[in-house]
């Protein structure tokens, strides 16, 4: 049957009870009804599939889509709607077409190529810290959140792009606006409509340049060729910009924030620095900050964990569901940098997962090395309880006050 009114499921998306542990109706459904149906904000349904084997298969069945432009894709609200409305980038399309624009993208965020951005990142990381600590010590409060972890990411997505660093308040402002669940359809359509004009302008600036930035050779290899349109390429650049700090910028501050809430694994990670990569593995996966992305609808009639689901049915894959199963991850709810997380699908499985992982990872990786060294103090400076957290397609925390 066609996915239509839902009156007995349950609503989706679901509460949290705690703001760093996945809402606990996920683990309800996943004994319950591992692939079962939710209603969503229209009344429409969806099949919730809560098992990470389940999730990772409805990731990749070429019989279910991530087109948002097919009628009744599911999304969750109208913003998101909204947000998702008329774009026109790879992580929306299906195969071929999706193959052929990611490629486009793909050399520049190898593994090789994004590790040349470590000395960098390590030189403007120690200059953070130590701006944070001149504006302690001058008697003003520090927000990890503004002083630091949206500044890490917005700095390196804007060196890749050839951009002025002044802009970056700009897209922080849009950027935030736009994946806000709680801005209204009309704020985020402004917000996209802001960020596409700045990049139409940037594309028509480079289109007679010889520069060697990413934005250049797209332009003179990709759009003077007939590849991809003016307006492709501008939603190519939101999605990088997104990307690129959005999902970083909330891990370093959630992150830190998880390991502030576990003292006994900040020891260790000092004791230990050799763990950092598997810390940073581990925090994907016990964060997996990508909440509202994993959104698919069937093309075709199709199984997924033994269900049949039909063509036009809507389906919601959730990589937290997926990241704490503890089928696959043994006491999921447990922050344990010494496990093997390495299997988690925080960003995603398939074609469609993150482009920019690699270069997530080593920004993750420049950060937890040198964070708790260089602060071994370093601890709220308000209650936990009095923290607020973002509703958004990319969970984090509003503010970070700290001490230090």
């Known amino acids: 049957m066609m996915a239509g009114q839902a009156t007995s499921a349950r609503e989706y998306p679901f509460a949290r009870t705690s703001p760093l542990e996945p809402p606990p109706e996920l683990a309800e459904v996943r004994d319950a009804e591992p692939v079962g149906k939710v209603r969503l904000w229209d009344g429409s349904s ?6 990470y084997a389940d999730v990772r298969q409805a990731l990749i069945d070429p019989k279910i889509s991530s087109d948002t432009t097919r009628p009744g894709f599911p999304q969750a609200s109208a913003t998101a709607v909204q947000f998702r409305k008329g774009q026109r980038v790879f992580v929306r399309m299906d195969a071929p077409k999706h193959d052929a624009h990611r490629l486009m993208l793909t050399a520049d965020f190898t593994v090789r190529h994004v590790r040349e951005y470590r000395p960098y990142l390590d030189a403007m990381i120690d200059d953070l810290f130590s701006a944070m600590e001149a504006k302690q010590a001058a008697g003003a409060a520090v927000d990890l959140v503004q002083d630091f972890a949206l500044v890490v990411p917005s700095r390196v997505i804007t060196r890749i792009l050839d951009l002025p660093p002044e802009d970056s308040e700009f897209f922080l402002d849009r950027v935030k606006t736009s994946m806000s669940l709680d801005s209204t359809p009309e704020q985020t359509a402004r917000s996209g409509a802001d960020t596409l004009a700045y990049f139409a302008r940037v594309i028509e600036e480079r289109g007679n340049g010889d ?6 050779r797209l332009v003179r290899d990709r759009v003077k060729t007939g590849q ?3 307006e492709e390429l501008q939603h190519i650049l939101h999605l990088v910009l997104v990307g690129g700090f959005d999902t970083t910028a909330n891990m370093i501050a959630l992150g830190t924030l998880v390991f502030l809430q576990n003292p006994v694994q900040v020891a260790l990670l000092r004791q230990r620095p050799d763990l950092v990569q598997g810390a940073v593995e581990e925090l994907l996966r016990y964060l997996s900050v990508a909440h509202h992305v994993a959104y698919r609808q069937a093309k075709e009639d199709t199984l997924v964990g033994g269900q049949p689901v039909a063509d036009g049915d809507s389906l919601i894959a959730p990589l937290i569901a997926a990241n704490h199963d503890p089928e696959m991850f043994a006491e999921p709810g447990r922050f344990d940098i010494t496990r093997d997380a390495r299997g988690h699908v925080a960003f995603g499985y398939g074609i ?52 230090f």
Do not use: M
């Open 352 to 403: 469609h997962q993150c482009l920019g992982q690699a270069l997530a990872r080593v920004e993750l990786q420049a950060v937890f090395a040198k964070i708790f060294d260089r602060f071994p103090r370093l601890g709220l400076a308000v209650p936990f309880e009095s923290l607020r957290f973002r509703n958004s397609i990319i969970y984090g925390v509003e503010e970070l006050p700290v001490t």
């Open 228 to 230: 991809l349109t003016s």
């Open 46 to 51: 969806a099949w919730l599939v809560t098992r």
């Open 211 to 216: 520069g060697q930035d990413l934005i250049s």
